[in-house]
């Protein structure tokens, strides 16, 4: 069993929608988890991250962490054609120098 | 400020070649990571630095890549002799501090093509 798994997609909405785009992971250890976004041709860029459990909102992005489920979430209200990217979750266990372990990456097309 | 540098950008070589990446990081941060991300997947780190020590190297292949980060700035990663699952982004990354998670800054990669 994979670490985080994540659906690969791809996912294609029009513009204006509410985007959801989730991961699972199998280790309790795991308190840090983080969105990255990759264009294409481009290294991954950090979006949100979050500490354990709860919510973060930044803009239009939206980070969800429920541990008990081992379920993360991003939510993208009121998307663009330049969202259009793969985002990719990391997540970590505590302490300096940890690895991230990445999904796979979710890709998503919005449609003006 | 200036993001991580990588080079080359692109590179197409055969299998059992040898393939070296160079990598600047961003001034002033003190660990260095190089990934692998091969087509569909996410990035599989492969050593992390830290200054000019190995934090973590337990997934790189050491029986054919090595690399090193030599006066803790830039590094170097080689692949020798290289095979056709080796194609893939090899993307490096730094930050700041060590541990400081959340702020990796990632470089744009080099996509390595073995034929």
């Known amino acids: 069993q994979k670490e985080v798994e994540q659906d690969p997609g791809p996912l294609s909405v029009p513009e204006g929608a509410i985007v959801s785009l989730n991961c699972t992971y199998s280790?309790?250890?795991?308190?840090?988890f983080m969105w990255y976004r990759q264009y294409s041709r481009k290294g991954p860029e950090l979006l949100m991250y979050?500490?354990?459990?709860g919510n973060k909102e930044d803009g239009r992005f939206t980070a969800q962490v429920d541990k008990s489920s081992k379920y993360i979430s991003l939510f993208i209200r009121d998307s663009q054609p330049s969202d259009s990217a793969t985002y990719l979750c990391?997540?970590?266990?505590?302490?300096?120098?940890?690895?991230?372990?990445f999904g796979t990456g979710t890709s998503l097309t919005v449609i003006p | 400020e200036a993001g991580v540098a990588q080079s080359p950008r692109y590179k197409i070589i055969e299998k059992r070649q040898s393939v070296a990446f160079w990598c600047n990081p961003i001034?002033?941060?003190?660990?260095l990571y190089w990934y692998q991300q091969i087509l569909g997947q996410g990035p599989k780190l492969l050593i992390q630095?830290?200054?000019?020590?190995?934090?973590?190297d337990s997934q790189l292949p050491k029986d054919r890549f090595s690399a090193e980060r030599l006066k803790g700035v830039d590094s170097t990663l080689k692949i020798q002799p290289a095979k056709l699952e080796d194609s893939a982004v090899y993307l490096c990354?730094?930050?700041?501090?060590?541990?400081?998670?959340?702020?990796?800054?990632f470089g744009p990669g080099t996509r390595l093509t073995v034929t």
């Open positions: 979050t500490y354990s459990s």
């Open positions: 630095f830290q200054n000019n020590g190995v934090v973590d």
């Open positions: 001034s002033g941060h003190a660990t």
């Open positions: 990391a997540m970590s266990r505590s302490g300096p120098g940890n690895q991230f372990y």
């Open positions: 990354a730094s930050s700041l501090v060590w541990g400081s998670f959340g702020e990796q800054y």
């Open positions: 280790n309790s250890a795991f308190q840090y």
